[in-house]
């Protein structure tokens, strides 16, 4: 992927704040190293936006590579299974502290048996499958939104209302990930299949792909693209424009109502990396058990690794040649958004798509805040215009009434206010508090 071009250094946002990219860029000329099984798999029964899954399987039993081991269809919509990524047996179920909701959740403990890797539902044709075929077969496989999200992706793919505008996002705004980059030098052709079989369950008029690279920089997915009659708009380097709004917003030039979504204005956003999903369940019969995420340490540089959910934060770390016991804090997922996990023995899950390792000289930058200067930077620099710092306020004092007032709920949790703060504040907790505070009342 390597252009004769100096690839975009910074990201330029609201306010005129410049966000640093060196980790990407180190990044994106990385090719996916496939990351073996660990001895044993932690894979927990909710991977996802909604409710937690039921067990299909018991202490004991022999699971196969790609099985599905938890499911539950009484509990709505937004459930979506989870799927054995190896060949074992299950030693455990248990309560663990979740990676993202910092939660004791359920997961199953599998002894890895070996790294064999057989598809285990069998492929459709796509001209022969109905849409609603095809949508069951994307739940069936445990499909979810592969940009850091996690929305179940069959809910996305089933709208009730006409869609005009299939987006797809390749636009990959975290400054620590590379991954999505990656995907399109490698399996250009996969991810075109799985835009095609997203506009066949959509019916969708028109395809747009976003990117935010330059033109020469993935020749054989321009290509393709052209090919199929996509065209690419090529969007302006900023972070928080990867949002799902402001994307649309950026594109299209429509916005979403307040309380509504984007298929009620006729729009619908996947990830790049998602359409990839989407092919292989449909066309390999492969669920979703594994992904690729970029690993970056001051030590190893960027890497892209291809790593199973529930393979063990530690076991990637010593794959790639590092002890865990040489870092004192890791972020998984997005260096802005994502949560740092208390010890690297938590797990891959489908929303990793970042591990990011600091020693002892990177010390966690929130850990001693000082007192709220009210010099409104968080406010400047918020891409959808609400105000962090009196949110925080009104979330400590449990005000659901001024919470309503100051619209907290769309918040993105970008984290920018709390990136920018000159206190070292970590709002982005004060908001995501205060959003499920309204959600509960």
């Given amino acids: 992927m390597k252009t004769n071009e100096k690839p975009v250094s910074e990201f330029v946002e609201k306010g005129g704040f410049k966000m640093d990219l ?11 190293i496939f990351i073996p099984p660990a001895k044993e798999m932690v894979v927990f029964l909710r991977q996802h936006i909604g409710p937690e899954t039921k ?4 202490v004991g039993d022999k699971v196969f590579y790609g099985q599905k081991i938890g499911d539950d269809l009484s509990g709505g919509p937004l459930v979506v299974p989870i799927h054995s990524p190896v060949n074992g047996r299950v030693v455990a179920l248990t309560q663990r502290q979740h990676p993202e909701s910092g939660k004791k959740e359920m997961a199953l403990i599998i002894e890895t048996h070996d790294d064999k890797q057989k598809p285990y539902y069998e492929p459709l044709d796509p001209d022969d499958a109905t849409t609603e075929e095809l949508q069951e077969r994307v739940r069936e496989a445990g499909v ?5 999200a996690s929305f179940p992706t069959h809910v996305k793919l089933s709208p009730e209302k006409p869609i005009s505008h299939l987006l797809i996002n390749a636009k990959e705004s975290d400054p620590n990930i590379a991954c999505d980059s990656r995907l399109m030098v490698e399996k250009p052709a996969g991810i075109i299949t799985g835009i095609k079989l997203m506009t066949q369950m959509l019916e969708a008029d028109e395809v747009i792909f976003a990117t935010r690279t330059k033109e020469g920089e993935i020749p054989e997915f321009e290509k393709l693209l052209g090919e199929n009659d996509i065209p690419i ?3 302006r380097p900023s972070y928080s424009i990867g949002s799902e709004k402001l994307l649309i917003k950026e594109i299209l030039d429509k916005e979403i109502p307040y309380g509504k979504y984007p298929p009620d204005i006729g729009a619908v956003v996947h990830n790049v990396s998602t359409a990839h999903a989407v092919k292989r369940a449909v066309i390999d019969g492969e669920p979703l058990v594994s992904r690729g995420l970029t690993m970056y340490s001051k030590k190893t540089g960027g890497k892209n690794l291809w790593v199973r959910m529930g393979t063990p934060v530690e076991h990637v770390l010593e794959s790639v040649g590092v002890s865990p016991s040489e870092f004192e804090r890791i972020v998984i997922g997005s260096t802005m958004m994502g949560p740092s996990i208390p010890n690297s023995s938590y797990p891959v899950l489908k929303a990793t798509s970042g591990i990011t390792a600091f020693t002892q000289k990177e010390p ?3 850990r001693n805040p000082l007192p709220c200067i009210r010099c409104g930077y968080c406010n400047t620099v918020c891409p959808v215009d609400i105000y962090p710092q009196l949110i925080m306020e009104a979330e400590k004092a449990g005000d659901i009434d001024r919470l309503k007032k100051l619209h907290v709920e769309v918040c993105i949790d970008c984290g920018l206010c709390s990136y920018v703060c000159p206190s070292r504040i970590r709002f982005t907790p004060y908001l995501q508090r205060g ?5 509960d009342t």
Wanted: glycine fraction near 10%; proline fraction near 10%.
């Fill in 22 to 32: 060196s980790m990407k860029r180190d990044a994106v000329d990385s090719p996916f």
């Fill in 55 to 58: 067990p299909s399987v018991q």
């Fill in 144 to 148: 979810v939104g592969l940009g850091g």
């Fill in 233 to 235: 708009i090529r969007i």
């Fill in 364 to 366: 966690d930058p929130y």
């Fill in 435 to 439: 959003k499920q505070k309204i959600r």
